[in-house]
């Protein structure tokens, strides 16, 4: 008897931790070394700038939660985006179409109470190892540019162009 209640403990901690921790897993988040508004401005020629990208726009998430009856969450921006290419790659086959749900890519950029201003997109890394095959090569392909899009974010001293 002592057993298993020790086992459903160990379990009921591990699923505990892994509530926790899926959120850190699924989403990736850094600083970034710009203001909110330069911020959003390098994100969005970085887009248009990159061969195949296109940018769809930007949603003022704060604004519109306080236009639709929320309280105040301060300021928060997500831009979408899109590669025609990739994403006719990861579409062209039927079994891939529900992957649909994660496009257009999504990018937030909203300020913390600290002050610092924050970009928070999905974990490209965990898509790689949660797939295969063609669908893993194109999740390696899209992940390495997006990579490139938005390294500069993290010094200032890189060069934007």
């Avoid at 600083?31 to 769809?56: C, D, M, Q, V």
């Avoid at 928060?76 to 890519?105: E, L, N, Q, T």
């Avoid at 490209?124 to 974010?153: C, P, Q, T």
Wanted: proline share 2%.
């Amino acid at each position: 008897m002592t057993f298993c209640f020790i086992s459903v403990c160990i379990i009921l901690f591990a699923a505990f931790l892994l509530r926790e921790s899926f959120l850190n897993i699924m989403i990736k988040e850094f600083p970034s070394a710009y203001g909110y508004e330069e911020t959003i401005n390098i994100i969005k020629e970085r887009i248009s700038n990159k061969k195949g990208w296109h940018l769809f726009g930007v949603i003022d998430q704060g604004s519109e939660i306080v236009a639709n009856g929320g309280s105040p969450v301060g300021r928060i921006a997500i831009i979408h985006y899109c590669h025609g290419g990739f994403a006719s790659m990861m579409f062209s086959a039927d079994s891939r179409k529900k992957i649909s749900v994660f496009s257009p890519k999504a990018v937030s950029v909203y300020e913390k109470k600290d002050g610092k201003t924050y970009i928070a997109m999905m974990n490209g890394g965990l898509m790689k190892l949660l797939s295969s095959g063609e669908m893993r090569e194109i999740v390696k392909a899209v992940s390495r540019e997006v990579k490139e899009i938005f390294v500069v974010l993290h010094k200032k001293e890189q060069n934007l162009s």
